[in-house]
């Protein structure tokens, strides 16, 4: 458990102290160059480019049959398209087929027919989520050179309402703008910036609680397949050693209770060891649980004493019958055990 490559102890993870006004991702497993904390103020979201076209009699045949080219820039991006007006057609029906166009068109904008603010007439909105390089969603239409009345001067989709601004934060005192809510932070950290803030918040780089307790469980695990097997003789008939194994283990378990207590470990009445997820998850997060494995004096310790002392000694902990059979045959009977054969096995002490 003290080898990084297996313990997950050295693994990091990010933590944020407010939820509700930001998140984070990291990106690579590999969180080493992070600094331990940051501190990040939303000075301002960023916010969506809306157009807002003119008002239309719905049921007026203003637009003359033809075919109308025009161009939307988006951005870095430009789209030529072309608008089929085959007869007259009332506005309501223009103002439908042009949001359609639009939205199969065009990824990243939402175009629809909304109500206008006098009865009976309609217009065309245009939202767009399209951040260019320099940090705003800059849309435009332009009709062809070639029209002198377009379909883009006729429904006025050119008619800005709000127009886009980037995210502002500030992160360790330093200003800083985004193309967007949701960006990435040194090709480290995936941000998503939620709500503007007053306070700051602050995003730590914590032991990654989840990788940490696997290997804590895996520990328990082994420890507690130990405690199943003597269980497993003492049921199969009266074993001393398997009982006294399972005592010893106990009462060390109890001597450290308060110790394993504070990292979430509880004892069950049968010796097995469980880990309570929200306890031990804090102490992990906290350096508790690291501690446990790591201090000379504490139960791991002991622990690891008494393991060693098993694997020196495992007769003491083993019911031993020896059976020899009398050869009557022979005057002077050796019994068949010699000591000198056997003595890698039975000793109580090692010199």
């Given at each position: ?5 297996i ?7 990010v ?6 006004k930001?998140s984070?991702?990291l990106?690579?497993?590999?969180a080493?160059?992070l600094?331990?904390?940051m501190?990040?103020k ?5 916010s969506?480019?809306?157009?807002k ?10 637009l ?12 870095s991006?430009?789209?030529?398209l ?8 009332n ?6 087929e042009m ?7 065009i990824p ?22 399209l951040?260019d390089?320099?940090?705003a969603s800059?849309?435009?239409f332009?009709?062809s ?5 377009g379909?883009?001067?006729?429904l006025g989709?050119?008619?800005v309402e ?5 995210a502002e934060?500030?992160?360790?005192g330093?200003?800083?703008q985004?193309a967007?809510?949701?960006f990435?932070?040194n090709d480290?950290?995936?941000i998503?910036?939620?709500?503007t803030t ?20 895996a520990?328990l695990?082994?420890?507690?397949s ?7 003789h003492m ?6 050693g398997?009982?006294k ?5 106990k ?11 504070a ?8 010796g097995s060891l469980?880990l309570d997820?929200t306890?031990?998850a804090f ?5 508790k649980?690291?501690s ?9 310790a002991?622990?690891?004493q ?6 020196a000694?495992p007769m003491?902990?083993i ?5 020899t ?11 068949p055990y010699?000591?000198s054969?056997?003595s890698g ?7």
């Amino acid at each position: 458990m003290t080898d990084p490559q297996i313990s997950g102890f050295q693994s990091r993870t990010v933590e944020v102290s407010d939820e509700e006004k930001l998140s984070v991702q990291l990106l690579d497993d590999d969180a080493s160059g992070l600094p331990d904390k940051m501190e990040i103020k939303i000075k301002q979201l960023y916010s969506v480019q809306i157009n807002k076209g003119r008002e239309l009699l719905y049921s007026s045949k203003g637009l003359a049959p033809g075919v109308y080219e025009f161009r939307a820039r988006m951005g870095s991006k430009t789209y030529n398209l072309i608008f089929y007006q085959e007869s007259r057609r009332n506005n309501q029906t223009v103002l439908k087929e042009m949001a359609d166009l639009l939205n199969y068109s065009i990824p990243g904008i939402k175009a629809a027919v909304e109500n206008g603010n006098a009865r009976d007439y309609y217009r065309i909105t245009i939202t767009a989520d399209l951040p260019d390089e320099a940090g705003a969603s800059l849309m435009v239409f332009e009709d062809s050179e070639n029209t002198q009345f377009g379909i883009v001067d006729y429904l006025g989709m050119n008619r800005v309402e709000r127009m886009p601004l980037p995210a502002e934060i500030e992160l360790d005192g330093v200003t800083r703008q985004a193309a967007g809510n949701r960006f990435k932070l040194n090709d480290r950290l995936l941000i998503t910036l939620k709500e503007t803030t007053d306070e700051p918040v602050y995003i730590n780089l914590v032991p990654d609680s989840t990788k940490i307790l696997k290997s804590v469980q895996a520990a328990l695990d082994t420890y507690n397949s130990m405690i199943n097997t003597a269980k497993k003789h003492m049921e199969a008939g009266s074993n001393f050693g398997a009982g006294k194994l399972i005592a010893e283990l106990k009462t060390l378990a109890d001597i450290y209770s308060e110790e394993l207590s504070a990292c979430g470990i509880a004892v069950t009445d049968d010796g097995s060891l469980i880990l309570d997820e929200t306890v031990s998850a804090f102490a992990a997060r906290i350096g508790k649980m690291e501690s446990l494995f790591t201090r000379n004096n504490g139960f791991m310790a002991k622990l690891r004493q008494k393991a060693e002392a098993i694997a020196a000694n495992p007769m003491e902990y083993i019911d031993k019958t020896l059976v020899t059979y009398i050869d009557v045959k022979k005057t002077n009977y050796r019994y068949p055990y010699i000591t000198s054969l056997y003595s890698g096995l039975f000793y109580n002490t090692i010199c």
